[in-house]
């Protein structure tokens, strides 16, 4: 504060919390730079980069969906045993073939194509009995194998054959 007998404004003396002096004001800052702009476009990226690889993704799922689907497979069915039998075996786009009376051993060659490669063979002895037997085979691999004996034994096979791709 002033002195008694000197005027009051002669003197200034800072004030404390830093009040600058009259006249001596600090240098001006350069402007603070926006950071919002750097978190959005950030942000955008990140979603763009998992946008653009779902899209990849699917498009590889659905590019192999395709190949699978016109991936074409030969499978052989095969009937033995004794005597006579009635057969039914799976055909391509899982029609049923059926064969009656048939003289075992039997056989057939089959082509399948499309997403669901299931193959079955069914071989019924007749009323005489006897033995009878199913194999089906894909790619040189066994899928399913059975056997029965006896009058209207049945031998069951069935499987998958697009898994031996």
């Not at 200034?12 to 959005?40: A, E, T």
Request: proline share 8%; hydrophobic share 35%.
């Amino acid at each position: 504060m002033s002195q008694p007998g000197q005027p009051h404004y002669a003197q200034w003396q800072p004030q404390p919390g830093g009040y600058p002096q009259p006249g001596g004001y600090p240098p001006p800052q350069p402007p603070q730079k926006k950071v919002w702009p750097w978190v959005l476009g950030a942000v955008l990226l990140v979603l763009f980069l998992i946008v653009g690889g779902c899209v990849a993704f699917i498009g590889v799922v659905a590019n192999e969906i395709d190949k699978e689907s016109q991936r074409e497979v030969t499978v052989s069915y095969e009937a033995g045993g004794t005597g006579t039998a009635s057969i039914t075996y799976a055909g391509k786009g899982l029609d049923l073939g059926q064969e009656s009376d048939v003289t075992l051993p039997w056989s057939k060659d089959v082509e399948l194509d499309g997403l669901v490669k299931f193959v079955s063979l069914n071989v019924r002895a007749d009323s005489a009995g006897g033995a009878v037997t199913c194999t089906i085979t894909a790619n040189g691999k066994i899928i399913a194998q059975d056997q029965a004996s006896g009058p209207m034994a049945v031998a069951s096979c069935s499987g998958d054959a697009g898994i031996t791709g």
